[in-house]
């Protein structure tokens, strides 16, 4: 899985990244869906990858990923921010997965 990101999501999430403290990761969320394929894609901002986390190279972020979830996404995947109404959008060559990808830091969405 790879991610490559836009300049703008760059610039968004870089200061969130630029300590070292934190690492990101893309969540398959099934919080409350009821059932894994229901799940929606979110960003996460996280101090350590669990057991089950997958590091996988990103341009210019690596990032963490829980492998049974990689079923439900390309091989190949962008993340772009759009300012003017504050969200990232995860898309692919071939469909776009949500406008609206949630960006989630130390517990809360940013």
């Known amino acids: 899985m790879h991610i490559q990101f836009s300049k703008a999501a760059i610039e968004r999430l870089s200061p969130y ?14 919080e409350g869906c009821g059932c894994v394929v229901s799940g929606v894609p979110a960003l996460q901002l996280i101090s350590e990858p669990s057991v089950d986390d997958k ?18 996404y390309e091989p190949q995947l962008r993340v772009d921010y759009n300012p003017s109404n504050d969200s990232f959008s995860l898309k692919s060559d071939s469909q776009i997965y949500t406008l609206h990808l949630r960006f989630i830091t130390k517990g809360s969405a940013a």
């Open 17 to 30: 990244l630029q300590d070292g403290k934190s690492l990101l990761k893309l969540l398959h969320d099934t």
């Open 55 to 72: 590091l996988a190279q990103g341009e210019p972020f690596p990032f963490y990923y829980e492998p049974r979830h990689e079923i439900y």
